[in-house]
Structure formats: structure tokens, C-alpha cells
């Protein structure tokens, strides 16, 4: 089911909060959304995290899906976390993020890390920083599609936005940091 979002301008209704959800990072992306007066839509949708179904429960390609994850990047000197965002059919490429970071090593934050940096259960982070010590890349393919897809920090709700919106809200670093699926 869709809800149609674009036309709210300055004001959340219950039915795009979705009545008495307590859920501080979604309250705080749809606040994000109206008051940038961008066009987007908010999907209702059976509750679902894994990049490939919730693609088919909204109807698009998988390559129009952004599949956000939280990795450890660590340096020589600090360690921090990384909102990396891509699209569901591609898959990071570990090697790439270490060289555009600089870093020894990358991987994945334990779940417990990013959902704490998020404000979001695994499977629904949003392609979003609301944390002052957690950036965001996005890898250049995900601009490619004319919607870009994500869970909105719920996974019942997704958001549908033109990806320079996306990157005009979020202001991303962007970098190569994906490879094709196999």
C-alpha cells in the first residue's frame, strides 16, 4: 500500500507515523523529508528486511533497492563507523572501502554497534546519519535508477526518492565501494 508523502509539506499525520510507533529514528527521517519539500513516497508493506524481498514487495528492480549496512572502518590511528550504501545487487567490496578510508582493515560493526549508531534495527537502516561520528558513503551506481528504494528504520515502511534528493539531504561522501554480485 502506498502513501502517497510528497504532499504533506511540514506536517507527519498518524498515518504516515503509523499511529503510536515509537520509533525516534523513523519520526526523525519523515520530519527530514517533509521539511525539505522533497517528492517521496511512503510504502506500507508486510514487515521485511532482506534486500531482495522487500524489493519485491515494492515492485522494483533489485538494482533500484539501497541496501545500507554499518562497517568498522580502522585506521592507524582511529577507529569509527561507516554508513555504507549500495545497491541490492551489488555487494561491498571490502578492498575498496580500505583503500578510499585509508584503513588497515574493514568489516562488518557487530549488530549490536550499529543498531545503537542507527537507531535502527538490523534490516532497516536507512541510507542516513543521525549520529555526529557515523558518515555516510554511497557507491555512484546507486544514483543510476530514476527512485531509489529503502526501509524507512522500520521494516513495514519504505520510502521511494529520486536519488538527488537523496543525495542532497544526506550529503554523502560517494566512492566506488561495490562489486557485482556472483
Known amino acids: 500500500m502506498e502513501i502517497p508523502g510528497g504532499n504533506l509539506r511540514g506536517r507527519l499525520d498518524a498515518t504516515v507515523l503509523g499511529g503510536g510507533m515509537n520509533n525516534s ?3 526523525r527521517l519523515m520530519q527530514v523529508l517533509v521539511d525539505a519539500s522533497v517528492d517521496y513516497r511512503v510504502i506500507q508493506h508486510r514487515g521485511e528486511g532482506r534486500t531482495e524481498r522487500a524489493s519485491v514487495l515494492r515492485g522494483h ?3 533500484s533497492a539501497a541496501k545500507c549496512m554499518v562497517v568498522h572502518v580502522r585506521q592507524e590511528l582511529e577507529n569509527r563507523h561507516v554508513v555504507a550504501v549500495l545497491p541490492g545487487d551489488r555487494r561491498v567490496d571490502y578492498r575498496k572501502l580500505r583503500r578510499e578510508f585509508g584503513a588497515v582493515d574493514v568489516r562488518m560493526a557487530d549488530r549490536s554497534v550499529a543498531e545503537e549508531l542507527t537507531g535502527c534495527q538490523s534490516g532497516c537502516i ?6 555526529d561520528d557515523l558518515s555516510v ?3 555512484p551506481s546507486l544514483l543510476l535508477p530514476q527512485e531509489v528504494y529503502f526501509n524507512a528504520a522500520r521494516l513495514d515502511r519504505s520510502i521511494g526518492l529520486k536519488p538527488d534528493d537523496l543525495v ?3 550529503k554523502p561522501r560517494i566512492a566506488d565501494i561495490s562489486k557485482a554480485e556472483k
Open 25 to 27: 529514528t523513523y519520526r
Open 61 to 63: 528492480a533489485l538494482a
Open 126 to 131: 536507512i541510507p542516513f546519519s543521525f549520529a
Open 137 to 139: 558513503v554511497f557507491d
Open 168 to 170: 542532497s539531504l544526506v
